[in-house]
T-cell receptor
Framework: QKEVEQDPGPLSVPEGAIVSLNCTYS??????FMWYRQYSRKGPELLMY????GNKEDGRFTAQVDKSSKYISLFIRDSQPSDSATYLC????????????????FGTGTQLKVEL | KAGVTQTPRYLIKTRGQQVTLSCSPI?????VSWYQQTPGQGLQFLFE???????NKGNFPGRFSGRQFSNSRSEMNVSTLELGDSALYLC?????????????FGPGTRLTVT
């Protein structure tokens, strides 16, 4: 079983819909949670990051973390065709380079299409 | 400031051959990480270099290797290619002291092994 599970989709919604993207994880040491957006033929770009449980809002995007359920969500309000992309969740137990170096664990990504 | 660049963008190789991919980080960034992205496994960490030293390595066979030069540019090599090595290879750079999420990805090199 993977440490991070993410429904690959594809998820197709009409313009203006509220989109909910989710990941579950098994490693209780994860404390830092990130969402990346990846357009076709591009590398991932960071959308949002949160620490521990709670909500964080940035414009039309809201990230939610429920550590008790090991469940994170990204909500997109008033979705636009330009939001069509693959959304990746990522998690880490630390934020700094330690003796072990890079510790980001990614989900497989959910493909989202927002239709006119 | 220019972003992370990767060359070549697309590559087709035959099983058994070897391949070298290149990554130029953002100016001033000394850390470069490499990832393999496939539909089934998602992004998987290959290795990270900082100041020409490998800091950490993921769970990939020894056929996958890398190095970093004094100008922070990095190369990744895969020897004895297998069909399963077909993937998008991404590199990401970050600055000294930055947090793990403060890394910037390049557009990737799409490797197809036939």
């Amino acid at each position: 079983q993977k440490e991070v599970e993410q429904d690959p989709g594809p998820l197709s919604v009409p313009e203006g819909a509220i989109v909910s993207l989710n990941c579950t994880y098994s490693n209780s040491a994860f404390q830092y949670f990130m969402w990346y957006r990846q357009y076709s033929r591009k590398g991932p770009e960071l959308l949002m990051y949160t620490y521990s449980s709670g909500n964080k809002e940035d414009g039309r995007f809201t990230a939610q973390v429920d550590k008790s359920s090991k469940y994170i969500s990204l909500f997109i309000r008033d979705s636009q065709p330009s939001d069509s992309a693959t959304y990746l969740c990522a998690m880490s137990a630390t934020t700094r380079l330690t003796g072990g170096g890079n510790k980001l664990t990614f989900g497989t990504g959910t493909q989202l299409k927002v239709e006119l | 400031k220019a972003g992370v660049t990767q060359t070549p963008r697309y590559l087709i190789k035959t099983r058994g051959q070897q391949v070298t991919l290149s990554c130029s980080p953002i100016s001033g960034h000394r850390s470069v990480s490499w990832y393999q992205q496939t539909p089934g496994q998602g992004l998987q960490f290959l290795f990270e270099y900082f100041s020409e030293t490998q800091r950490n390595k993921g769970n990939f066979p020894g056929r996958f290797s890398g190095r970093q030069f004094s100008n922070s540019r990095s190369e990744m090599n895969v020897s004895t290619l297998e069909l399963g090595d077909s993937a998008l290879y991404l590199c990401a750079s970050r600055s000294t002291g930055s947090s793990i999420y403060e890394q910037y990805f390049g557009p990737g090199t799409r490797l197809t092994v036939t």
